[in-house]
């Protein structure tokens, strides 16, 4: 079973900077796709920026500029680091890697717990 892990969630004032990290824990798979969603009170998740094995990355307009994804092949993990942040990234932030189960021939997504963000105006 492969398991994410987050970490680096706070409270930070408006033009501050945070840094979240995401790792995978388990056996037997491999990492394909790995991206962070949020989700503010009353909305939607949403897709914040993700990044592909070959390390090509999309991120959504709103944090073009000021977010930057970062992989880990070795390590299994993800990072997100969140410069000039405002009071509307403020969010649950959530990881989703894409694995591979190696000997059960699947795909499946699986998601971190959340970590809280909190950026004061």
């Known amino acids: 079973q492969v398991q994410l892990v987050e970490s680096g969630g706070g409270l930070v004032q408006a033009g501050g900077s945070l840094r979240l990290s995401c790792a995978a824990s388990?056996?037997?798979?491999?990492?394909?796709?790995m991206g962070w969603y949020r989700q503010a009170p009353g909305k939607q998740r949403e897709l914040v920026a993700s990044?592909?094995?070959?390390?090509?990355?999309n991120y959504a307009d709103s944090v073009k500029g000021r977010f930057t994804i970062s992989r880990d092949n070795a390590e299994n993990t993800v990072s997100l680091q969140m410069n000039s942040l405002k009071p509307e990234d403020t969010a649950v932030y959530y990881c989703?890697?894409?694995?591979?189960?190696?000997?059960?021939?699947?795909?499946?997504?699986?998601w971190g717990q959340g970590t809280l963000v909190t950026v004061s105006s």
């Open positions: 388990g056996r037997d798979f491999s990492i394909n796709a």
């Open positions: 989703r890697f894409t694995i591979w189960r190696i000997y059960r021939f699947e795909s499946l997504e699986v």
């Open positions: 990044i592909t094995t070959g390390g090509s990355t």
